[in-house]
């Protein structure tokens, strides 16, 4: 009897990233699977200006990018807004010089301090010659955006994602765009941030009254997409009360409890880093903390049985 092996951690493919107009002038540029490292953009176009909303992970992806919006708006962007400040969000800023790079006040530093940190983690993936690029423009708690006759709203909701989380709202077309805030088809992911502040994120969100919704990885959805991202973390939060009850470790809880309900959704293994952030904040750690990653990354792929596939 053979077994099967561990899932390569990467896999090469051609960029194909696609904007989709999802209202007038406003764009989602989406990266199929959206599991780790493809995710999703943004593009804004009106009066003879644009935006972007994050940029990609790989030089390639993010040339490819670049292509796509000079494309369709004919002119670069003025303004690049990045949800936070993970590589696959932000790497692609360098081909995009003519923009201000917009971001939270945490989102630059923490985009400073991590560096190029996440191609270490898959050194087999084609990256690219690569160039750190963090925000010029920074905020605190809202900012508006003028492009052309659209209003975009800079806001952060605190620890979630991430410590220095940026969704952009639209209130006129009513599209949100929520960075990894919400996944759609793919496991949320908070060890950075928080799940308690990914919960009161989400009902800030769920507030707004948006009818399209650009998740940060997978398909452009409604408001719906709040749904189950709200009852997965509602349930990293019952597993953590259950397994600190029962003596038992985040890895160890994650190995008995598996993904549940949640078994379809790609990244599965994310359960692991997640846990322990519930568990901390159960023992009342304050939401955005900070936690060894590294050891999380290693213990995630421990469980995983190797690294997790990334197909950037």
Excluded at 25 to 30: I, Q
């Amino acid at each position: 009897m053979t077994s099967t092996p561990p899932a390569p951690s990467s896999a090469r493919r051609a960029p194909d990233g696609r904007l989709a107009e999802v209202a007038d002038g406003v764009f989602a540029y989406l990266q199929p699977d959206g599991g780790w490292c493809l995710n999703n953009a943004g593009l804004l176009v009106d009066g003879g200006e644009c935006a972007l909303v994050d940029t990609v992970a790989t030089e390639e992806r993010a040339r490819h990018l670049r292509t796509q919006v000079l494309h369709t708006a004919g002119r670069p962007p003025r303004f690049l807004v990045n949800t936070h400040f993970h590589g696959d969000h932000t790497f692609g800023n360098f081909v995009f010089p003519e923009a201000v790079v917009v971001g939270h006040e945490r989102a630059r530093a923490e985009a400073a301090a991590a560096g190029l940190h996440l191609t270490g983690l898959w050194p087999d993936v084609c990256w690219g010659d690569l160039e750190v690029v963090v925000p010029d423009l920074t905020y605190h708690a809202r900012m508006t955006l003028h492009v052309g006759s659209v209003e975009a709203r800079l806001v952060h909701p605190g620890p979630a994602h991430t410590t220095g989380d940026t969704v952009v709202w639209l209130p006129r077309q009513r599209v949100l765009f929520t960075g990894d805030l919400v996944m759609a088809g793919a496991t949320p992911f908070c060890p950075m941030g928080s799940v308690s502040g990914s919960l009161r994120a989400l009902a800030e969100l769920r507030a707004l009254g948006a009818v399209t919704v650009v998740p940060g990885h997978g398909p452009v959805g409604g408001p719906e997409l709040f749904d189950v991202n709200e009852a997965y973390l509602r349930r990293l939060q019952r597993l953590a009360a259950e397994g600190i009850a029962a003596g038992l470790s985040p890895l160890e809880t994650a190995r008995e409890a598996g993904p549940g309900p949640y078994a379809d959704l790609l990244d599965a293994e994310r359960l692991v880093p997640n846990l322990h952030r519930a568990y901390a904040e159960a023992r009342g750690a304050v939401p955005g903390v900070p936690l060894d990653i590294p050891a999380l990354f290693g213990e995630m792929a421990e469980h995983h049985g190797g690294l997790p596939l990334c197909r950037a």
